[in-house]
């Protein structure tokens, strides 16, 4: 289904929470909602959501004006939406297999068809073990996983996520980024997904909006935002998100590993230590040795005071020339690690 909301307006108390947004949400895709606390976001997926009504603009679906429908034309459309949030929202008076039963209870689905669906919606989201099991006994990521199960139950054609890996840690927020993937593509689902954190855009989104005080302040293909940011809000996202190795972007899918080819040095994380951050020590060896460096990311932490720097890069030239650099590296107090591949 492809979604246009035309001039968006939601105010609260005169504080303008959605200020005339207008965005074009292709079908069969994933589109990334990206701001602040407090940015609007929420506000914007309800409203797109059919879950409130705009106080001005207006919505469609397929092309059909939404945001004006009586209320059981409303309760018709809301059928085509499934949601997922950061608290889950599961009911935990019932086991797994009763919340993924749920949607279709109220739907009056025959009980023989929902008993078939949940048990072919948990195998899709690999809790088939898990059916009888409490919410309350599941672990974070098994929640997201029913909720998901959940939101397919009436065939959906679009799926909303409110900070729906927010809760989790970075390993889960990945398995649940892929299961969406999977869904996503397995029933050409159109996925909004509202988030602040950049890593879901980048190993999600295929387009994204950012959002800053209830205006859209930038939007594009993820890979055209990333890489040309145009606002101070994006770059600042972009400028929190830790680099990856290819190794990272390889486990998640992200990179063929056929496609990663190697400079014959190798890829190195350089750690230096406080004293260190502060001198050019990789200038002085590209003076006095025959390498050069590829730099593919930097930082400094700041621990109790002390500044520690990183550097991931490759280090090209001869296997003699590299060694004799890294000894001299390390003579240096400079850890050099070989990336793991
Ligand atoms: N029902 C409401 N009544 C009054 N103010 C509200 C209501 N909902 C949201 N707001 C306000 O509107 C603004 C936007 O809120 P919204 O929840 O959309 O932000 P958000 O981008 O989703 O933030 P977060 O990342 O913290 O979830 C905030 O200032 C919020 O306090
Ligand atoms: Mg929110």
């Known amino acids: 289904m492809r979604i246009i909301a035309k001039n968006l307006v939601q105010n609260y108390e005169g504080l303008h929470a959605v200020n005339d947004i ?76 009763r919340n993924v039963a749920y949607p279709m209870e109220i739907c009056h689905t025959p009980m023989e068809e929902i008993k078939k669906r949940c048990s072919e919606l948990l195998e899709l989201v690999g809790l088939t073990s898990k059916a009888k099991v409490g919410i309350s006994k599941m672990s974070g990521g098994q929640k997201q996983r029913v909720a998901i199960a959940r939101a397919l139950a009436t065939n959906p054609s679009v799926l909303f996520c409110d900070e729906a890996t927010s809760a989790l840690d970075p390993g889960t927020t990945r398995q649940v980024l892929s299961l969406i993937k999977e869904v996503q593509k397995k029933f050409n689902l159109t996925v909004i997904m509202v988030t602040h954190q950049m890593e879901v855009v980048r190993d999600a989104c295929d387009e994204v909006a950012v959002i800053n005080n209830g205006k859209i302040v930038e939007q594009g293909e993820v890979e055209k935002v990333f890489s040309n940011p145009q606002s101070d809000v994006t770059r600042d996202f972009l400028s929190n998100l830790k680099t990856e190795t290819a190794k990272d972007a390889i486990e998640k899918g992200m990179l063929d590993d056929k496609m990663v080819t190697f400079s014959k040095g190798g890829k190195y994380i350089l750690r230096f230590p406080e004293n260190k951050t502060g001198e050019p020590v990789l200038s002085r060896i590209t003076k006095s040795q025959n390498v050069g460096f590829n730099i593919f990311g930097a930082g400094v932490q700041y621990v109790k005071g002390k500044e520690l720097g990183t550097l991931q890069m490759d280090i090209i030239g001869s296997e003699d020339d590299v060694e004799k650099v890294i000894k001299e590296l390390e003579s240096e107090g400079i850890v050099v690690e070989e990336a793991k591949i």
């Open 22 to 97: 207008s965005l074009e949400i292709p079908e069969g895709k994933i589109f990334g909602i990206i701001g602040k606390s407090g940015a609007g976001k929420s506000t914007l997926l309800r409203m797109i959501s059919l879950l409130e009504r705009p106080e001005s603009g207006e919505i469609y679906f397929d092309g059909k004006r939404v945001d004006n429908l009586k209320k059981k034309d409303l309760i018709q459309e809301r059928r085509k939406i499934g949601m997922i949030f950061q608290t889950f929202n599961l009911l935990t008076s019932r086991n797994a297999e």
